[in-house]
């Protein structure tokens, strides 16, 4: 299989999506999916309240309003996601997202979560506030989060710690070093927006792009390239654990990291991703789960199927069906789940919407 998307530019200008759907939509089709989506926006804003949703990841539960102000351009989904914003943002402790673990605990993943929703805050808002948050939450996470060397699979690379660092004194919490995939692969990420965007500190900063470049391959070096399958991390009982929802996650960030670096080692392993993920498009039974624990179940969560999007787009993989699918089983899904339509992150990687909402193929031209 080839991902003949990969001759598009570096896609970073929103509305660019848009403007390839007009002349490709149904507009009956459209109407009534964004409508769909509509319901389930409104239902999280009620639950809200005007108040912030606690989360783990607590930039998260901004996404679905950032993607109905992208999609409705209505205001008060704006606020919404401001109030959410700015409580994921009282949270930190000096710029690093902290959990209480007996010590103000940071750790790469939540950090890397909060950059790079700051980020796209700052792109769907066009508010620089939320990019200078992003470039603080870098900063603090380069300056406490250590990063050394780490071999794997015959390829060394300097990745941050994947331990829970004390904030007060990181001198107490030694880093240990291991290869989670997911993780990796969005801390890849969040510094290679960050080092693309002209705006930002750290635009064409060194020490940026040595990061986002040694994570994402990094994240890349377990692979099995003869299947594709993406393991959970590296570790004896996790390295032949292949769970779905956690490859999809990965191959979202390869996929948008591709967008901006446009590096051929990167492709082989998207490639390889599209042919694992892309052989069962079946919410009812293309899951396959392991974390945190073997999941028999087969069907597809929101946030597996939503991940997936970006990787089967850019493989040029035929949508029709799955997108019938999720915007079918929509209005069932349980509330607060920020990934049940997470379009501002299509429309920012320049996903067309007649693609992710319509299920038609690319039009010529874009592949």
Not at 57 to 80: D, G, H, K, M, N
Not at 85 to 93: C, D, G, I, S
Not at 172 to 189: C, R, S, W
Request: charged share 20%; aromatic share 12%; net charge negative.
């Amino acid at each position: 299989m080839e991902c003949p998307s990969r001759w598009l530019g570096p896609i970073l200008v929103l509305g660019l999506s848009a403007a390839v759907s007009a002349a490709w939509c149904d507009e009956s089709t459209r109407s009534e999916r964004i409508a769909t989506a509509r319901v389930v926006w409104e239902r999280e804003l009620a639950q809200a309240a005007g108040g912030p949703v606690e989360a783990s990841y607590p930039t998260e539960p901004a996404v679905p309003f950032l993607s109905a102000y992208a999609i409705t351009r209505e205001p008060e989904y704006a606020a919404q996601a401001r109030v959410q914003l700015a409580y994921a943002h009282r949270l930190e402790t000096n710029s690093l997202v902290t959990r209480d673990r007996g010590f103000p605990a940071a750790h790469r993943d939540a950090q890397a979560r909060q950059i790079y929703n700051f980020y796209l805050a700052y792109r769907i808002l066009a508010d620089g506030e939320y990019l200078s948050w992003a470039d603080s939450c870098a900063r603090a996470m380069v300056e406490t989060i250590p990063r050394a060397s780490h071999e794997c699979a015959g390829e060394t690379h300097v990745q941050f710690a994947a331990n829970f660092i004390d904030v007060d004194d990181p001198t107490k919490t030694p880093g240990a070093y291991i290869i989670d995939v997911n993780q990796n692969a969005e801390v890849g990420l969040a510094f290679g927006l960050l080092y693309h965007d002209p705006a930002s500190a750290f635009f064409r900063d060194p020490l940026a792009k040595e990061i986002a470049l040694e994570e994402t391959l990094a994240s890349m070096s377990s692979q099995e390239m003869d299947t594709g399958a993406i393991p959970l991390n590296e570790t004896a009982d996790r390295i032949t654990q292949h769970d779905t929802a956690y490859g999809s996650y990965a191959a979202f960030s390869w996929v948008w990291s591709q967008l901006l670096w446009r590096d051929p080692r990167f492709e082989e392993h998207i490639v390889a991703a599209g042919r694992w993920l892309g052989g069962n498009r079946d919410l009812a039974t293309g899951s396959n789960r392991y974390y945190s624990f073997r999941n028999r179940a087969t069907e597809m969560p929101s946030w597996e199927s939503s991940y997936r999007m970006p990787l089967y787009w850019y493989c040029g993989l035929d949508v029709a069906d799955f997108v019938t699918a999720i915007f079918r089983r929509m209005p069932n899904i349980e509330p607060r789940d920020p990934f049940v339509a997470p379009w501002a992150y299509y429309d920012l990687m320049g996903i067309p919407r007649s693609y992710y909402i319509d299920g038609l193929p690319l039009p010529t031209g874009t592949r």
